[in-house]
C-alpha cells in the first residue's frame, strides 16, 4: 500500500537560468511556457508577454495566479513534490521571474518591467534522480514489510503445529 501511495509523486528543482533575461524569457516563449512575476509582496500570472529590445522591457497583463499553477509556491520545507496523477505536472511549465520594479502603463493597461530590474530567472525542471531514489526507497521498505509479514505468519503457523503436536 506504501508503495502505491509514494509511487506516483515526483519531485521537482528549481533552478537558475543560465541564458540572459532577454534569452530565457524569448526561450520561455516559444515553448508556451506558463510565466510567474514574483516581487516581494506579490505573485502574478504574466500574459501577452512582449519583449522590446530597444527600451530593454517585457510588457505584459498580470493577472492572479490559478491554484493549479500555486504548487512551487505553496512549497513547504522545500520538498518540492507533485503530483502526476493529480494533473499538478502543470508546474513543469513554469518559469518564474524575480524583479523588484513594476512600472504599470496606465493607458495601454501593460505592466512593464525593466530587463535590468529582473534578479532572477528559475526554471521549474524534473528531478529525475531524487523521484528515483524515493521510489526505490519506497519499493524497498515495502518489500521489507511484506516479506517481515510472511515470516510473521510462517513462524506463527509453525508454533501452531508445534503446539498441536
Avoid at 541564458?19 to 505573485?43: C, G, V
Avoid at 500574459?47 to 509556491?73: A, F, Q, R
Avoid at 513594476?102 to 526554471?123: A, D, H, M, N, Q
Wanted: proline share 2%; glycine share 4%; net charge positive.
Amino acid at each position: 500500500m506504501l508503495a502505491i501511495t509514494s509511487g506516483c509523486s515526483r519531485f521537482y528543482v528549481p533552478s537558475s537560468s543560465i541564458l540572459s533575461h532577454n534569452d530565457a524569457i524569448k526561450k520561455a516563449k516559444s515553448e508556451n511556457r506558463y510565466f510567474i512575476l514574483r516581487d516581494s509582496l506579490s505573485t502574478y500570472s504574466l500574459t501577452n508577454i512582449e519583449v522590446d529590445n530597444e527600451k530593454n522591457i517585457i510588457s505584459c497583463n498580470l493577472d492572479k495566479v490559478p491554484p493549479e499553477h500555486m504548487v512551487y509556491l505553496d512549497a513547504k520545507k522545500k520538498k518540492y513534490t507533485y503530483s502526476k496523477n493529480k494533473g499538478q505536472d502543470v508546474v513543469l511549465n513554469e518559469l518564474h521571474i524575480f524583479s523588484s520594479k513594476l512600472i504599470s502603463t496606465p493607458g495601454t493597461g501593460k505592466t512593464e518591467i525593466s530587463l535590468l530590474s529582473i534578479s532572477r530567472i528559475e526554471e521549474i525542471n524534473y528531478d529525475a534522480q531524487r523521484t528515483k531514489k524515493q521510489h526505490k526507497r519506497v519499493w524497498l521498505i515495502s518489500g521489507g514489510i511484506v516479506v517481515g509479514t510472511v515470516l510473521l505468519f510462517a513462524l506463527a503457523a509453525a508454533a501452531m503445529v508445534v503446539t498441536f503436536y
